[in-house]
């Protein structure tokens, strides 16, 4: 047989109405799929670009009169469903009961059908849809409102569950958070972990998102802070990032964990925990939680936040985190109108040759990735480079989806050596916006950044850069600013036309076209970057805001050809597996 991975997402779509588990067959480049779902009629599955039915990747199936039946189909652009000449699905199994109807069927990975969707690591739109009928009785029939659309991660190689019923744990949860009628806010906490006696280690973390509140939450950073403070912290919560917020925020540098929408809990690989109980850990921590209202609604409550896992029994490793990409600041903006633009954020050489050739000149070990951008964000790539020779992707996503963010398990574990870059490449469009992005908190705002989890855990929190805004100012023909800086955003002396303007009010007020943001885009990924390279206790290594130039690419990265085939005989196996799960 076959050696297989085994991919569950029971819960990924409604439990009324579908139910999903997976197999991955890496020798036969196959998943397999078994709906099971409360109707007697015809069952659709499906993947699309974009949630919808237009351009979709659909298969349909059902029992009628005790005969089973699948039949491969696509959508155009007008959304029209067409049986596909090319079927690429294969029925495994099928039964029908009283209320239910169980299909299980296969699909090779990537078929070389125009019409299929090749399934990679990147996000998919899974389409589901169902009805009383099967399709013989009145052809196609509708599916009226019996229907939903769910993001996934098909690939994400799950890690095995280590039973946690029994192991004590401990929540980080808001407590009747006050969420304003506007569209960004950062609330944030402060908690203190539970004192242990002796060193344990955090095994799995879970999100607790309120009921009802699974779009208001967007995203859950857990910071680590000076452990110098004391109980006095420990008071009811502030707005984030402002002018008021407690001294102690200031303190709180280094993330230890980060949830995005959409994400289930984190289960840590079995040789790796999350340190607490011993000097060097958390005590004191920070708990963000951005909150996104853009429909402005009033007088919403929240009492969203993590319960983190733990165990006595200790793993090999402590798992570090290290934030890559993008400095969120003004210096990173996308001009408006433009189908694709691309930004990337630089973890440098000089940054991780320092700390690693400091504290870890064997490297680090990484184990999962979180990409993050906000909602102009179409694609994020993590490259990895070693002397110069660009290595196989440490983790993407083309597929990005706002609203789907979660950790990417690595198939393999890939190491990060003393003079390596890690480069954050990011994806926009802002086909549909007048005014500048600019880099930023709120969601029209724009971010670039990945969160790297590793071992063994190293004094290294943040690894990015921030480009030269003087050469981007060049760019549009500002020639002289006011000094010294006395305002931010600061202000624009000459020429006449900008005189007196912000560089945000220029930037602007500058005639963007698509050549013109074209051009702008292959100068700013050439500028040079201002380097960020941060320890914990807001402490830098001492190349922190020296200047540095993006790596120069001797040897670019070569993808191996996608191998496309026909699922031609994958039952034998599959059969078996979709059994036994």
Not at 98 to 106: E, G, P
Not at 164 to 193: E, G, R
Request: with cysteine; charged share 20%.
């Amino acid at each position: 047989f076959f050696p297989v991975r085994v991919m569950r997402h029971w819960n990924s779509l409604p439990r009324k109405a579908v139910d999903i588990s997976s197999v991955i067959v890496f020798k036969g480049s196959a998943l397999a799929l078994r709906l099971e779902v409360r109707t007697r009629g015809y069952v659709g599955f499906g993947l699309s670009a974009s949630g919808g039915m237009a351009s979709a990747d659909i298969v349909v199936g059902g029992v009628e009169r005790g005969q089973p039946y699948l039949q491969d189909y696509f959508t155009d652009e007008n959304r029209v469903l067409k049986k596909d000449p090319q079927q690429d699905y294969h029925l495994e199994y099928a039964m029908e009961n009283s209320t239910h109807t169980i299909l299980a069927f296969s699909r090779e990975l990537h078929t070389c059908d125009t019409n299929d969707k090749s399934i990679t690591e990147s996000t998919v739109r899974v389409i589901w849809a169902y009805h009383h009928k099967d399709m013989g009785e009145a052809g196609k029939n509708y599916h009226g409102s019996n229907r939903g659309t769910k993001s996934l991660r098909l690939l994400n190689p799950e890690r095995e569950e280590v039973s946690s019923a029994s192991l004590p744990y401990f929540d980080l949860t808001n407590k009747d958070v006050p969420v304003p009628d506007k569209d960004t806010t950062y609330w944030c906490q402060m908690f203190k972990i539970p004192v242990q006696h002796e060193k344990h280690h955090v095994t799995k973390v879970e999100p607790l998102i309120q009921k009802g509140h699974e779009n208001l939450v967007h995203h859950i950073l857990l910071y680590q802070c000076s452990s110098n403070l004391n109980d006095s912290v420990l008071d009811y919560g502030h707005e984030c990032y402002h002018p008021n917020m407690p001294d102690s925020f200031l303190t709180c540098e280094t993330v230890i964990f980060a949830w995005a929408i959409g994400g289930e809990g984190f289960t840590y690989p079995p040789h790796v925990g999350l340190s607490i109980g011993t000097a060097a850990d958390p005590l004191f921590v920070l708990m963000e939680v951005h909150y996104d209202n853009p429909s402005y609604t009033e007088g919403l409550i929240d009492n969203s936040g993590l319960r983190l896992i733990y165990t006595p029994v200790l793993r090999k490793y402590d798992a570090g985190v290290i934030e890559a990409g993008l400095w969120v600041s003004l210096f990173h903006n996308i001009p408006p109108g433009m189908p694709e633009f691309v930004s990337e954020g630089h973890c440098t050489l000089e940054c991780l040759e320092e700390a690693l050739g400091a504290e870890r000149p064997a490297g680090i070990q990484v184990f999962a990735v979180l990409l993050h951008a906000h909602l102009a964000g179409r694609a994020i790539r993590m490259r990895h480079f070693h002397n110069g020779e660009e290595q196989k992707l440490l983790a993407y996503d083309d597929e990005f989806d706002f609203n789907f963010q979660e950790f990417q398990y690595l198939k393999e574990e890939r190491t990060i050596l003393p003079g390596d870059n890690l480069v954050t490449e990011c994806h926009y469009s802002t086909v549909d916006r007048i005014r500048m992005t600019w880099g930023g908190l709120s969601t029209r705002n724009e971010m670039c950044l990945s969160y790297l989890l590793y071992y063994p855990r190293i004094n290294l929190t943040r690894c990015a850069s921030i480009p030269d805004i003087m050469e981007q100012l060049q760019f549009i023909g500002v020639k002289e600013i006011y000094r010294p800086v006395r305002t931010w955003p600061f202000i624009i002396k000459s020429p006449k036309q900008y005189k007196n303007l912000s560089f945000m009010d220029a930037m602007n007020k500058f005639k963007w076209s698509k050549s013109e943001g074209l051009s702008y885009n292959q100068l700013v990924l050439k500028l040079p970057v201002n380097v960020r390279c941060s320890k914990t206790d807001n402490a830098e290594w001492s190349i922190q805001g020296m200047t540095a130039l993006p790596p120069e690419i001797e040897r670019p990265y070569k993808a191996e050809p996608v191998i496309c085939s026909s699922s031609s005989c994958l039952s034998c196996s599959l059969f078996l597996t979709l059994l036994l799960v």
